[in-house]
């Protein structure tokens, strides 16, 4: 069987995996993202070439953050800021002598599941919008700041690993760059942990209600590593039917259920590569 390679790059973490056309995936490697272009670079050749000891593969699809266009340049990068106004599809391409296609995260998440995720899918396609902008629902405003509108979107507002840091950071002086250990720090009790994800809960919160009002969907499906802690879907979750409960012009309407991915952590690596697959 043809097999691909599926790379999922975060702010976190690069996930690669081999993978078939069936979409299984038969082995996986993970590094921490670096900081530099050149050192996630030099990681995403060398997780290739480690899974092609396996054998053969016909191509390379990558899924990561922020606004991709086409012909695989990257407008932005979300939390990979390295990343930003390069050709990534181009410069891996060079490196590895594979054909590579690069997809939004959320994107690949979406195909992957069928489902409607933070991306449109349409009679089966992505709909991309004029300027490849669809589904960056991450800039939506939901709150006010006074100096600079962006602060009040759901990036800033901690709806993103790097938004989540960031929220913290400003007011403790044990910062973090891991949202992992402000979860620990909650877990224990720390009254600035607790508040911050109190912040975060509503701010995703909102951002879900208003997208269930705009499209109606069946289904509301979170990816990515956070939709395996329980904790966080929990919480989420009484914190959308609270926000439902308050609004006196929806709290009679049935809102979509919000569930982990099927997928989980490995959406974006197969999202990438079925696209990989239709492009032949």
């Given at each position: 069987?043809?097999?691909?390679?599926?790379?999922?790059?975060?702010?976190?973490?690069?996930?690669?995996?081999?993978?078939?056309?069936?979409?299984?995936?038969?082995?996986?490697?993970?590094?921490?993202?670096?900081?530099?272009?050149?050192?996630?670079?030099?990681?995403?050749?060398?997780?290739?070439?480690e899974l092609q000891t396996d054998g053969p593969v016909a191509g390379i699809g990558v899924?990561?953050?922020?606004?991709?266009?086409?012909?695989?340049?990257?407008?932005?990068?979300?939390?990979?800021?390295?990343?930003?106004?390069?050709?990534?599809?181009?410069?891996?391409?060079?490196?590895?002598?594979?054909?590579?296609?690069?997809?939004?995260?959320?994107?690949?998440?979406?195909?992957?599941?069928?489902?409607?995720?933070?991306?449109?899918?349409?009679?089966?396609?992505?709909?991309?919008?004029?300027?490849?902008?669809?589904?960056?629902?991450?800039?939506?405003?939901?709150?006010?700041?006074?100096?600079?509108?962006?602060?009040?979107?759901?990036?800033?507002?901690?709806?993103?690993?790097?938004?989540?840091?960031?929220?913290?950071?400003?007011?403790?002086?044990?910062?973090?760059?891991?949202?992992?250990?402000?979860?620990?720090?909650?877990?224990?009790?720390?009254?600035?942990?607790?508040?911050?994800?109190?912040?975060?809960?509503?701010?995703?919160?909102?951002?879900?209600?208003?997208?269930?009002?705009?499209?109606?969907?069946?289904?509301?499906?979170?990816?990515?590593?956070?939709?395996?802690?329980?904790?966080?879907?929990?919480?989420?979750?009484?914190?959308i039917a609270d926000l439902h409960a308050n609004h006196n012009s929806i709290k009679q309407?049935?809102?979509?259920?919000?569930?982990?991915?099927?997928?989980?952590?490995?959406?974006?690596?197969?999202?990438?590569?079925?696209?990989?697959?239709?492009?032949?």
């Open positions: 069987m043809t097999m691909y390679i599926g790379i999922d790059i975060g702010g976190t973490s690069i996930k690669c995996g081999l993978v078939d056309g069936n979409g299984h995936i038969s082995r996986k490697v993970t590094r921490t993202t670096a900081t530099t272009k050149s050192d996630i670079m030099a990681d995403l050749v060398a997780m290739v070439q899924s990561m953050p922020g606004v991709v266009q086409s012909d695989g340049f990257l407008t932005t990068a979300g939390a990979v800021t390295a990343f930003e106004q390069i050709n990534l599809r181009d410069e891996l391409q060079a490196q590895t002598k594979l054909p590579v296609i690069i997809e939004n995260d959320a994107n690949a998440a979406a195909i992957a599941e069928q489902w409607l995720g933070v991306a449109l899918i349409i009679n089966n396609q992505v709909y991309r919008g004029a300027h490849a902008r669809s589904g960056e629902f991450g800039w939506m405003v939901v709150d006010d700041d006074d100096i600079d509108i962006e602060m009040g979107t759901l990036n800033f507002r901690g709806a993103t690993v790097i938004g989540l840091i960031r929220r913290y950071n400003q007011f403790s002086t044990d910062t973090v760059n891991d949202a992992r250990e402000i979860f620990k720090r909650a877990a224990a009790g720390e009254t600035l942990a607790k508040h911050v994800f109190h912040s975060y809960y509503y701010s995703l919160a909102k951002g879900i209600i208003n997208l269930m009002v705009a499209f109606d969907p069946e289904i509301v499906v979170i990816g990515g590593g956070i939709s395996a802690n329980e904790t966080f879907m929990t919480n989420l979750n009484a914190t309407l049935k809102l979509a259920p919000v569930v982990p991915a099927r997928l989980r952590n490995d959406a974006g690596m197969i999202g990438a590569v079925y696209q990989l697959i239709k492009r032949g």
